[in-house]
């Protein structure tokens, strides 16, 4: 892992690319318009590169690096020129930051570009909160939530206390600590996938300890988490709703179902 540098004081009206990634593009837009908003509210421009695809990252974990490479080529090309990178995942952000350097690493084209990139890179939360130094939203959410850490963004970004920090100025909204809540939720990417027995075991104790909690909401800042966690709620008959930490902060879960259900 490289050694955080302190927070640096921000530019003024940053120009931001979007990194949506995989997931939120095919399953959940919505997070996406939600990052944009938090982004913009906090006097960010932000564009979405047409040209981004996937960060390459379950090529990298599988082994794969020439697959994986070809891919993040991609992504360096398509976000130069932003003086920030910002992705609603601690996964993708942690695969761009912490690994491209390491799968650029004497390649006379990209090495220095994909050292640039990895600087420019951050967490959506971790950036509202480290480095724009966002303290409060305008967002209203009536209930009791409670939190899971997503792995990466917990020890790759030290995605931790931000969510929580923006969380507790959220209005109607209480939150509940969850035992055990950086305890892996068994999703991995390809790990569920390899280890599926595993992998179960690991998400019906996370969804029967966000049950304990009595939090009628799950909130964590993956979507591979989230739906892998909600996925089991369902099949499981757990009276329970997962949703993404940046639509309860920028206040679009009026009309917006949670992850998995049906819009009623």
């Known amino acids: 892992m490289q050694e955080k540098s302190p927070p640096k004081t921000p530019l003024r009206s940053p120009k931001v690319g979007l990194f949506v990634t995989c997931l939120v593009d095919l399953f959940r837009p919505s997070i996406g318009f939600a990052a944009v908003k938090l982004l913009q509210d906090a006097g960010c421009t932000v564009e979405a590169p047409a040209s981004q695809i996937c960060c390459g990252q379950p090529a990298y974990n599988s082994g794969d690096r020439r697959d994986a490479k070809a891919v993040a080529r991609g992504i360096v090309d398509a976000f130069e020129g932003f003086d920030y990178v910002v992705a609603p995942s601690g996964s993708c952000a942690g695969m761009i930051r912490e690994h491209y350097p390491q799968l650029f690493a004497g390649d006379a084209a990209y090495e220095a570009r994909a ?13 509202l909160v480290d480095v724009l130094h966002v303290k409060n939203v305008q967002a209203r ?47 991995g990417g390809t790990f569920c996938v390899k280890y599926p027995e595993i992998s179960n075991r690991m998400v019906s104790d996370k969804i029967a300890d966000a049950a304990k909690t009595g939090a009628g909401t799950l909130l964590a800042g993956d979507l591979g988490c989230l739906l892998n966690m909600a996925g089991k709620a369902t099949r499981a008959g757990v009276d329970l709703e997962c949703r993404h930490v940046a639509e ?13 259900q049906a819009k009623k």
Do not use: W
């Open 248 to 260: 309860v902060l920028a206040g679009m879960t009026q009309d917006l179902p949670p992850i998995g």
């Open 141 to 187: 959410y009536d209930g009791t939530v409670t939190y899971h850490d997503s792995c990466s963004g917990l020890r790759e970004l030290g995605v931790k206390h931000q969510p929580r920090a923006l969380l507790n100025g959220v209005a109607g909204l209480t939150l509940k600590e969850l035992p055990g809540a950086e305890i892996c939720c068994g999703f």
């Open 115 to 127: 050292r640039n990139l990895a600087e420019r890179t951050h967490e959506l939360v971790s950036f």
